[in-house]
């Protein structure tokens, strides 16, 4: 299979460089947000880089590329050859109990070269419900683009079909663990939850989980109490954790009570360490360019064309090495192997020697750059642009949705004026 021809990706840069007709309608959202949490200003407020005003458009040839690495992704890392890979790397906490192999992921791609370019997979992807309420709030400026507008929306699975499926993902892991016993009680667990930048969110997941009749709190990770072969939150027994922590194999002190109510099975945790060591390692990102690996996996060689075509090449970082990764290093981005949202990543051609041997004397892998596409936005009246990357949160190998972030700078930052989570605009082909 050869790249994408650039004429079938016009349309979307084209759109992506002049097309203001579609926006966010603020009042439908904060309307929205004010039914769902009697706050409508959770977003904007505080978080004014949160959402982004703009959306932007994909073409449809991106759109089956990204499909097509994401259900070959699953299937690789789902298998045994990985998975004696892993176990072979992980520590020991990631192997206390087996993995869940339908948690919910979140695979970055950038989009500026010829082949959309996966940069990043996720065990705790933030902005799922953020960006159902951002796609149900875009609006067209008038009723010629309002009929494109639903058809771009339209595609894949349906806002209302999204947060019902959504909670099925939370039984499920709950089910696989506990067979038929009633799941009653969730608890949304991050540090000091109220001062994240996405608690918005997660009191949209209360919310929801309420509204499937679970009993659900958002609670500070180190309020949980083990005892008597249980795990507590203000008194309450909880039954699972929806983890949004990125201690991901749950080491800080505190965190020892969740880690012993996950060690000794007390709770059902997911994400957890034992999801986290097979699906967002970093150095997995390397793994799937090793052909001989994939071939074990029982790929063809097309599919692991595939792969090699839209995974930039990845290395893990080797002291031994120094000397090349320095001579290349502008065309390198360096990120640590349990990194998470650009912490401590670094862009070569900015990188200085001091970082250079913190980078040496640490757990990380370096990528080939992968050009981010862009998207023109008006701020203040002025045009600028703004690179965009897309997340594809995937379940069981099938894309749920998508949604860009708009940033400047190094990596997305949700700080630019102008950019945030960004509704997709999927182009039919």
Not at 115 to 125: G, H
Not at 157 to 171: G, H, N, Q
Not at 315 to 331: F, G, H, N, Y
Not at 340 to 365: M, P
């Amino acid at each position: 299979m050869t790249t994408t021809p650039p004429g079938r990706r016009r349309l979307a840069r084209a759109l992506n460089a002049a097309c203001q007709c579609v926006r966010l309608d603020r009042q439908r959202l904060a309307a929205a947000l004010e039914a769902a949490l009697g706050d409508g200003d959770a977003l904007s407020g505080s978080r004014p880089g949160l959402a982004s005003d703009s959306a932007i458009f994909i073409d449809a040839a991106d759109l089956a590329a990204m499909d097509r690495a994401t259900a070959l992704v699953h299937r690789a890392l789902s298998g045994p050859a990985f998975a004696r890979r892993v176990e072979a790397q992980a520590p020991a906490i990631a192997r206390a109990v087996r993995p869940n192999p339908a948690v919910l992921l979140g695979l970055d791609f950038h989009l500026g070269g010829a082949d959309p370019q996966l940069i990043e997979i996720n065990t705790n992807p933030g902005g799922l419900l953020v960006n159902l309420h951002l796609a149900r709030a875009v609006s067209a400026c008038c009723e010629a683009v309002a009929a494109p507008l639903r058809l771009c929306l339209a595609r894949g699975i349906t806002e209302d079909e999204l947060p019902a499926r959504i909670v099925a993902s939370f039984r499920k892991a709950w089910a696989d663990a506990r067979g038929t016993a009633p799941l009653s009680s969730i608890a949304i667990v991050d540090d000091d939850p109220a001062a994240q930048y996405l608690y918005p969110e997660f009191r949209l997941f209360e919310r929801l989980f309420r509204d499937a009749g679970l009993e659900a709190r958002i609670v500070d990770a180190s309020a949980l109490a083990f005892d008597d072969g249980r795990l507590r939150a203000d008194g309450l027994r909880v039954d699972l954790v929806y983890s949004r922590l990125t201690d991901f194999y749950f080491a800080e002190p505190s965190h020892a009570a969740l880690r012993a109510a996950f060690e000794s099975g007390a709770a059902v945790v997911t994400p957890s360490p034992a999801d986290h060591a097979p699906y967002a390692d970093k150095r997995l990102l390397a793994w799937l360019r090793d052909e001989a690996l994939l071939r074990e996996a029982g790929l063809t060689g097309e599919e692991r064309a595939h792969l090699l075509r839209t995974i930039p090449a990845t290395e893990i970082v080797d002291p031994a090495a120094a000397a090349s990764l320095w001579e290349r290093r502008k065309d390198l981005f360096f990120k640590p192997v349990d990194g998470y949202g650009g912490k401590a990543a670094y862009r070569g051609d900015k990188l200085t020697r001091a970082k250079f041997e913190h980078i040496l004397a640490h757990r990380y892998v370096a990528q080939a750059v992968a050009p981010p596409s862009t998207r023109q936005v008006v701020v203040d009246g002025e045009a600028t642009g703004l690179k965009a990357d897309v997340r594809n949160y995937v379940f069981d190998g099938a894309t749920w949705m998508r949604a860009a972030r708009l940033y400047s700078g190094q990596t997305t930052n949700f700080r630019t004026p102008g950019g945030g989570f960004a509704a997709v605009l999927e182009l039919p082909g």
